[in-house]
């Protein structure tokens, strides 16, 4: 209503486009699940706590322990020689890495469980890399994640650099997410980060890779009843006599439960002590989560305490953070985890695999450029179908520019002005010929000056107007 001569009038009015910003940190988390919703396989799922997760995908694989006991024969107390590996429930990690996930301020995410060996077979899966591939492709279609995390593929006997490989294939074509790299992690870890970064090719600028290896807080699950405890060099053999196999001279843990107490008790207190080893990727990806909805995604996910974890499972000399840090001839930059007195494991480095790039070396500069293009382009979707034309440029421009004035007002762009921190550009002689306009296209220029670099970084979209 508007008040003309004297009375009120009814107009038409429309009201004017809005600036939707895009979420930063949507992980896809790929990986082997206890279960598939439906039982389906590679279908993304998206769940936003743990409980979920657990309702939908279940929960660990059971840990097989086998223990063996020796008995002091001073005070007829026992000790453990040895506690079995079961390498197959120490490969299943999905379920501990999301824990570490939320932990670390994580939200919303998709999972895309990789199917199982059978299943695989019904697929015409021959390698299983190839199944982690079929997931990327999946979530490839999945518009609203922006970061791709694997963090059981170091456990992958082949095919590890394909899938990470395919991972930044698919961030340099979609232009909207990023990945997070795991690096196998051996007692060497100049060599280790030697093979990584001779194995891996791509566009590096839209990832960023992580080591050591992080000692969680956590303890592997297991059924008591899957617990063998075998007993060596036992006295006092008839005060257990109900309790092991003759033949065996061992018995389960749940059987020990009421006839042996201090002998179950010590076995479940030595059994939390075993701690879950994690490749850093889910973690990181909930502090990427975390300090983007805290600080800005222009904050770089660097210098943050872990949470939910004992500390890395290796220190890292100054040599070798060096080494880490940059190399010469790849670029390919590797972020340090390291312990620090008084602070906890932090994570020490904020690099992309593209280290040697001036405009594309740091994770938050990349992350934010996804972030502004992806926003910028979804909102000036309006000008779809609408003249190509002065007008229509207008308002896209305005929108965008009012955007960037927003974000250079919290501090993600530099500059002491606007002009100085960002510029839009859209018309005809500015980012468009002629010929441009009777193909139906609109042209988007943005240049943006972020904190760290002082040049202009320079970002480019295009609409189809017919």
């Known amino acids: 209503?508007?008040?003309?001569?004297?009375?009120?009038?009814?107009i038409n009015q429309t009201l004017p486009p809005s600036f939707t910003e895009v979420h930063s940190a949507i992980?896809?988390?790929?990986?082997?699940?206890?279960?598939y919703p439906e039982g389906k396989a590679l279908v993304p799922v998206k769940i936003s706590s743990m409980l979920e997760y657990e309702t939908l995908f279940g929960t660990f694989k059971p840990y097989n322990y086998r223990i063996k006991l020796k008995q002091d024969p001073a005070t007829n107390k026992f000790e453990i020689m040895e506690l079995g590996v079961d390498e197959d429930a120490e490969k299943q990690i999905m379920y501990y890495a999301l824990d570490l996930y939320f932990k670390n301020g994580g939200g919303p995410c998709y999972i895309v469980p990789v199917p199982n060996l059978e299943d695989r077979n019904n697929l015409d899966i021959i390698r299983e890399s190839d199944a982690y591939i079929k997931a990327l492709a999946a979530i490839s279609k999945i518009d609203e994640v922006t970061l791709l995390v694997s963090p059981d593929a170091v456990y992958l006997t082949s095919g590890y650099y394909d899938v990470y490989q395919e991972a930044l294939a698919q961030c340099h074509s979609l232009k909207d997410r990023f990945a997070i790299f795991d690096v196998i992690t051996t007692d060497q870890i100049q060599r280790s980060a030697?093979?990584?970064r001779n194995g891996l090719v791509g566009d590096m600028k839209y990832g960023a890779a992580y080591m050591p290896y992080l000692n969680s807080n956590l303890s592997y699950g297991y059924n008591e009843n899957q617990v063998t405890v075998i007993f060596e060099g036992v006295n006092n053999r008839g005060r257990i006599r109900n309790q092991i196999s003759s033949e065996t001279n061992s018995t389960s843990l749940n059987l020990l439960k009421n006839s042996n107490p201090e002998t179950y008790n010590f076995i479940k207190t030595e059994l939390t002590k075993h701690n879950v080893i994690l490749p850093p990727s889910a973690a990181i990806a909930g502090i990427y989560a975390q300090v983007d909805r805290d600080r800005g995604v222009w904050k770089a996910p660097a210098n943050v305490a872990i949470k939910g974890i004992v500390g890395p499972t290796q220190e890292l000399s100054q040599s070798e953070q060096e080494f880490l840090n940059v190399d010469a001839s790849s670029g390919k930059s590797i972020n340090p985890i390291k312990s620090l007195p008084g602070k906890g494991t932090l994570v020490w480095g904020a690099r992309t695999l593209a280290g040697n790039d001036h405009e594309w070396r740091y994770i938050s500069t990349r992350r934010l450029a996804?972030?502004?293009e992806e926003s910028a382009y979804k909102s000036t979707s309006f000008a779809v179908l609408e003249p190509n034309d002065s007008s229509t440029w207008l308002k896209a421009e305005a929108l965008i520019d009012k955007y960037l004035l927003g974000l250079w007002r919290q501090g993600a762009l530099a500059g002491s002005k606007p002009e100085q921190a960002y510029f839009v550009k859209v018309g005809l002689g500015k980012t468009m010929t002629s010929n441009d306009i009777l193909q139906g296209k609109m042209i988007v220029e943005i240049g943006i000056a972020t904190v760290r670099?002082?040049?202009?970084?320079?970002?480019?979209f295009e609409h189809n107007m017919e």
């Open 27 to 35: 992980p896809a988390f790929i990986g082997k699940t206890v279960n």
């Open 370 to 372: 996804n972030l502004i």
């Open 1 to 10: 209503m508007v008040y003309q001569n004297g009375t009120w009038k009814k």
């Open 194 to 196: 030697t093979n990584f």
């Open 453 to 460: 670099p002082a040049e202009f970084i320079i970002i480019r």
